[in-house]
């Protein structure tokens, strides 16, 4: 297994990345989350409010295309969850299952989240392009779906166990930050649906990565990717 690690724009307010992540895998290449629109890239130049500083070639797209892989023949995404820095490219891997909790997917679908209403192009696609997981679940070998709620329903990170080397948790935006590692004490962020959960499952990540031994990989942590490797190199496994 081969990672790469992709930083594909940064948030305005805090500096931190929109993560996506490349695993190119004997089975085939597996892509979790596709990060903010590619249509949206140097829109932030005009716009005061737009969330996200994406420059042209930075999106997840631009990224795969100069790793040398084809969007269009992808075959597995995994996605975290529906938000817009996370699902912004669905669009561009017509292969491909898009891999998610049930949970999310329901919770989607029941229109209960207004953001996800907002952005629903973006997720809205037939449901038969859906693999729908339920709970934690081996997805490959070496590859584990993790249930992860409370930022927003369905939320799943993903823990690998390369071959040979100590196992990594791409925590996603369960743990966004590694300031956010100690469940009763952590920030609620604004998007962060069901603060219950959200330390539930700050718990259950802190308490797998320690029976592990595994590297916690933190969603948005502006400080962490300043020293992380990105691509187009590979994560050293
Ligand atoms: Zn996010």
Request: with cysteine; aromatic share 8%; hydrophobic share 40%.
């Amino acid at each position: 297994m081969r990672l790469y690690l992709m930083r594909a724009g940064t948030m305005r307010a805090t500096g931190g990345p929109v993560p996506a992540y490349l695993i190119r895998h004997d089975d085939g290449d597996v892509l979790i989350d596709t990060g903010y629109a590619r249509s949206r890239a140097g829109a932030y130049a005009d716009e005061p409010k737009e969330p996200i500083q994406l420059e042209r070639g930075e999106d997840v797209v631009s990224q795969l295309e100069g790793l040398g892989v084809d969007p269009a023949g992808i075959k597995d995404v995994i996605v975290s969850h529906f938000d817009p820095d996370h699902a912004g490219n669905l669009d561009a891997f017509p292969q491909a299952t898009f891999w998610v909790q049930r949970e999310h997917y329901e919770c989607a679908r029941s229109g209960d989240v207004p953001r996800l209403e907002r952005f629903k192009k973006l997720w809205d696609f037939p449901e038969e392009r859906f693999g729908l997981i339920d709970g934690d679940h081996e997805f490959r070998p070496g590859i584990e779906l993790v249930e992860s709620g409370g930022h927003i329903p369905g939320h799943q990170s993903v823990l690998l166990r390369p071959d040979g080397a100590a196992p990594l948790l791409l925590a996603v935006d369960a743990v966004p930050t590694a300031a956010d590692l100690v469940a009763d004490e952590r920030a609620i962020y604004p998007f962060d649906v069901d603060e219950a959960r959200v330390r539930e499952s700050t718990r259950k990540l802190a308490e797998l990565a320690r029976r592990e031994g595994a590297r916690i990989i933190h969603g948005h942590d502006p400080e962490q990717w300043k020293s992380l490797p990105l691509a187009p190199e590979p994560y050293p496994l």
